[in-house]
């Protein structure tokens, strides 16, 4: 049982997408990273229900991609900082840190997908479609 199933009320009555969303919109920004990628599995699942176990790691992989919440919002506030002038030699070396960190996450992102794409022998923008990935806003 995921921590969203049980979450839910046990009936069995069907719940709305306009529900759903809205349900979602409360989460925090880790909830939602997490909700996302576990429908992404969802999909993933319904799509192929058994998924070999190579491309089941990739899927893990690729749902890990993004910084957890806390980071990805100091990682913003630094960046307004910087943007501003007022940064000290301290935050940013934070910054550099955190930068390298979303590189790293990003760049292992791409090559589980790339790999999948490949294991699949789907085209790239096909598999992120198929996956249901949107581009993220860093915002």
């Known amino acids: 049982m995921t921590r969203w199933e049980a979450r839910m009320p046990s009936t069995h009555a069907r719940v709305s997408k306009d529900e759903l969303l809205k ?4 989460l925090n920004l880790a909830e939602l990273n997490d909700f996302v990628a576990e429908l992404i599995d969802l999909r993933a ?9 190579d491309e089941a790691v990739l899927l893990e992989e690729i749902c890990k991609g993004l910084l957890p919440e806390e980071k990805h919002v100091r ?14 030699k301290k935050e940013h ?15 292992k992102r791409m090559e589980a997908l790339l790999n999948l794409s490949q294991l699949r022998r789907l ?3 096909a598999l992120v479609d198929q996956l249901g990935i949107t ?5």
Do not use: F, M, Q, W
């Open 23 to 26: 349900a979602a919109e409360r």
């Open 75 to 88: 990682y913003h506030v630094l960046r307004k900082k910087l943007e501003r002038g007022i940064l000290t």
């Open 93 to 107: 070396k934070e910054l550099l840190r955190l930068s390298d960190e979303s590189e790293n996450r990003n760049a």
């Open 123 to 125: 085209p790239l923008n």
């Open 45 to 53: 699942h319904r799509i192929a229900p058994s998924i070999a176990p």
């Open 135 to 139: 581009p993220c806003t860093h915002e």
